[in-house]
Nanobody
Framework: VQLQASGGGLVQAGGSLRLSCAAS????????WGWYRQAPGKERELVAA???????NYADSVKGRFFLSRDNAKNTVYLQMNNLNPEDTAVYYC????????????????WGQGTQVTVSS
C-alpha cells in the first residue's frame, strides 16, 4: 500500500490550494483519513480528520477555511485550503487508518509522504 500526497506549492496569502492523497494497492476500503501538518520547529498537528462514521473534525485554526472530502471509490482524500495565511506554511501529511485490504490484515495509522505548502505574505 502506498499513500501519494500531492498538490502542495507556493501561494500568496489569501490564496487557495487543494491537496490530494491517493491510496494504491489491493485496498477494499479505508475507514478513516486525516490530514496533519508540521511547521519548522513545531510538532506535527492534526488539521482535519474524517472518521468512519462520517464525521469530520477540524483544528480550530482552520475551521471555516479548510475542507476535507473523500472519494471512497478512488480511495482518495482531499483537503481544500482557502484563505491561506503564512501560519499555514508547513509540510502536510495524510494518514489513513483502518485500511481494509483484500486477503490481508488491515493497516492502521498509515502515513503518506509529506507535501510542502508555503504561503507568502
Amino acid at each position: 500500500v502506498q499513500l501519494q500526497a500531492s498538490g502542495g506549492g507556493l501561494v500568496q496569502a489569501g490564496g487557495s490550494l487543494r491537496l490530494s492523497c491517493a491510496a494504491s494497492g489491493s485496498i477494499f476500503s479505508i475507514n478513516a483519513w486525516g490530514w496533519y501538518r508540521q511547521a519548522p520547529g513545531k510538532e506535527r498537528e492534526l488539521v482535519a480528520a474524517s472518521t468512519s462514521g462520517g464525521r469530520t473534525n477540524y483544528a480550530d485554526s482552520v475551521k471555516g477555511r479548510f475542507f476535507l472530502s473523500r472519494d471512497n471509490a478512488k480511495n482518495t482524500v482531499y483537503l481544500q485550503m482557502n484563505n491561506l495565511n503564512p501560519e499555514d506554511t508547513a509540510v502536510y501529511y495524510c494518514k489513513a487508518d483502518g485500511i481494509i485490504r483484500v486477503g490481508r490484515s488491515p493497516l492502521y495509522d498509515y502515513w503518506g509522504q509529506g507535501t510542502q505548502v508555503t504561503v507568502s505574505s
